[in-house]
């Protein structure tokens, strides 16, 4: 039995792509391809970070024949030929050399006029989305009207008031808590600008941060404000969060300092390790964490040593590694997006 969506990806990061999804939706995909994957449900794929579109009453088929099918699948859905239309193809991947995606649209387009419809490209009041990935040909209705993650780009980093090198995307941000399933309280125990709180606010997500500096805590203040968000912020000191009279927190997301030079020596993975110990004492049994470990370019080193020492690190502190992605940033640095559960839970 298929489900009864598709949900297509952005094309950034396909693996993270589908973490993404089966975490938001708390459901099982079927995986079609790396950018489409399908699901019985769609709850909270609005506040995605790596979701380009759903839809909704869609078909598989083949390039070299989908025109029958097409005709057939028109008749069995809901369109109305009293409103306009259109078609809108996207091809993922290479191009296939004997089938144009315009030929394909043009053919739809003369099937809807046919059966009575007004053909609109500018502003259809309902649209058919086809997408061509190889010789397999997939379409559908769409349920969102653009991208979620349209108007992150009036959120970047540098067009916040606060801005400083360290600052998180707002895509990463929104997918490090997603990848957690968020829910109130959420902690950021080293939130720098503010750029996992400022997208948890928007997502009325209830956030607590901390931050040793204390121009960082005003200026991630004033990021909070700037997007008329709520969230704590506390000028702490991430090993000792008890100390701040910080309990009850549900998920964790946080990116430590990430130069390598942080790392190099035993001080940086001890603080490290006292950081995720102190995070574990105002955790409740079941939270999960996120974080962001600096990285090989290569992904075969993770703060600077093989990745059971990491793991190992962090069950030592109570935190069993459910999954990580490696994430390449330059040639010569990556970074793990490591996915945690706090130990003692059931
Ligand atoms: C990579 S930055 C975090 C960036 C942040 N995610 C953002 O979007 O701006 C790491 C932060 O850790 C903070 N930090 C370093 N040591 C700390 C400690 N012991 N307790 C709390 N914060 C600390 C630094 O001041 C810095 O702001």
Redesign the pocket.
Known sequence: MGGNYLVIGSGWHPTLFHAEVESLTNAQIITHSDRIVEINKIENLEKSATVNQVLASWHKGDIFDYEEKFEQWLDSVNLDNKRSIAVKCTRHGEKTPTVRKVDIATKMGAFLSSRDFKIDLTSPEQVIEVIIEGELIFWGLPHFDSPPRTGWKDRV?TARPFF?P???DPRQ?RLMFNLCAAKSLLL?????????LVEASLCDIQAIG????PE?VAGTKKNIEWCNGQAEVIC????RLADLGITGIDSVC?????GRNAWLSDKGVN?FSK?LNSINEVCNVDATLCCMLPASADGSSVIDGEYHVMEELFLKEGWQIEQYWFIPVHSSLGRLLVRAKRLDAE
């Open positions: 980093a400083k360290v600052s998180l941000a950021d125990p080293m939130c720098g600008t503010g750029g996992i901390v931050d040793l500096d960082m702490g000191d991430a090993t946080f990116d430590p300092p990430y603080f950081v």
